[in-house]
């Protein structure tokens, strides 16, 4: 099945310092979220945006979308060590309205 | 609401076993997911249920694997015989319905010796 690829695998910055993350896919999406995964632990959603919107903010991360691009970015800015964990995206590309999960990527945050 | 329960949270048994992941989703969803996490594949749909009827099953592997929501508040995965290629992380989610979020028990570590 289709799936949003993330991008970079793997990021590692100081505190303090903002995280980009993209997210790029191959067709059509009605949705696009965002999850967060800490280590041991189960996903937890972040944020969604839908492919009428180009952008959406909540607390310090930042969601764009470029439908033309078929890519979006998730920007975390002034992280923080707690920031450390992996982050995926989830797209329902393909007409299937049931989301399907990248490989994510693992944002590390030195103190 | 306590969030999604998963039992146990760590599974260890010997190739051959009979495995039972369990389920408790949140009250009033009416979506529930099960996902396998391994470094390899990444985070895998097995199976989703919409109003206990299973709605997707082609993620799921191989015919060893079944899963039920025989009602509203619980589900279960079963793996039968368990081999060691089943060893992952197993995460039941439920959701309202897309595109609402889903939102994810804390996972089952299954080791197959």
């Known amino acids: 099945s289709q799936q949003g690829e993330e991008d970079p695998q793997a990021l590692s910055i100081q505190e303090g310092e903002n995280a980009t993350m993209n997210c790029s896919y191959k067709?059509?999406?009605?949705?696009l979220q965002w999850y967060r995964q800490n280590s041991g632990r189960g996903l937890v959603h972040l944020i969604l945006?839908?492919?009428?919107?180009r952008e959406k903010h909540s607390g310090r991360l930042r969601v764009t979308l470029d439908t033309s691009k078929k890519s979006s970015s998730l920007l975390i800015t002034a992280s923080r060590a707690a920031d450390t964990a992996s982050y995926f995206c989830?797209?329902?590309?393909?007409?299937?309205?049931?989301?399907?999960f990248g490989r994510g990527t693992s944002l590390i945050v030195h103190p | 609401d306590a969030g999604v329960i998963q039992s146990p949270r760590h599974e260890v048994t010997e190739m051959g076993q009979e495995v039972t992941l369990r389920c408790k989703p949140i009250?009033?969803?009416?979506?529930l997911f099960w996902y396998r996490q391994t470094m390899m594949r990444g985070l895998e749909l097995l199976i989703y249920?919409?109003?206990?009827?299973?709605?997707?099953d082609s993620g799921m592997p191989e015919d060893r694997f079944s899963a039920k929501m025989p009602n509203a508040s619980f589900s279960t995965l079963k793996i039968q015989p368990s081999e060691p290629r089943d060893s992952a992380v197993y995460f039941c989610a439920s959701s309202p319905g897309p595109p609402a979020p889903q939102y994810f028990g804390a996972g089952t570590r299954l080791s197959v010796l």
């Open positions: 009250s009033g969803h009416d979506y």
């Open positions: 249920f919409n109003n206990n009827v299973p709605i997707d």
């Open positions: 067709t059509s999406i009605n949705n």
């Open positions: 945006i839908r492919s009428n919107e």
């Open positions: 989830a797209t329902d590309e393909g007409g299937s309205y049931i989301p399907t």
